[in-house]
């Protein structure tokens, strides 16, 4: 069985064996990613914010894998009570999820709203260079999302080791 097959393996298991806590955690994870990714961008249609481009086709099905592989993420953080505590807290996986998140955001934001492409590319730039880059950054925040999720999990699925011997 190849590396990665085992992985997804574990990683697998250890969603299997998830009490309710993690699971509240993930989609509460889930929602407030959906909310802190959405909202400012506009692709959650809000009063607060607005869009100089309008939200394209691809937008929507990005925040929605982002908000779930995120609520992951963050819930492998939660630790069981029956579970050892470790040394390293933050684990396999931690600054991908971080960077995919963040990602994620400047991928399904509009173009010519981001103050800092706007400096640097100016409005025509940012409509001709940024806005075909963003979905290439989409797939590389879902991408380490994912990544960071299976890591995550076979860790948890995997033997602890003890901090010391």
């Not at 590319?121 to 925040?141: D, E, H, I």
């Amino acid at each position: 069985m190849s590396s990665s097959r085992r992985s997804l393996s574990r990683a697998g298991g250890a969603l299997r064996g998830w009490r309710p806590r993690q699971w509240w955690v993930a989609g509460a994870g889930a929602l407030a990613t959906a909310v802190a990714v959405g909202v400012p961008t506009d692709v959650v249609p809000n009063p607060l914010f607005g869009r100089s481009v309008p939200v394209q086709w691809w937008n929507h099905p990005v925040l929605a894998l982002t908000s779930v592989l995120a609520g992951i993420v963050l819930s492998t953080y939660v630790r069981r009570p029956d579970a050892p505590v470790s040394a390293d807290a933050t684990g396999p996986g931690g600054r991908m999820g971080a960077v995919g998140g963040v990602l994620s955001f400047f991928a399904v934001g509009c173009p010519v709203c981001n103050k800092l492409v706007l400096v640097l590319l100016g409005t025509s730039g940012a409509l001709s260079y940024w806005a075909p880059v963003q979905p290439l950054l989409a797939v590389a925040s879902v991408v380490l999302l994912a990544e960071a999720a299976v890591r995550r999990l076979s860790a948890q699925a995997e033997c602890p080791v003890p901090a010391s011997v």
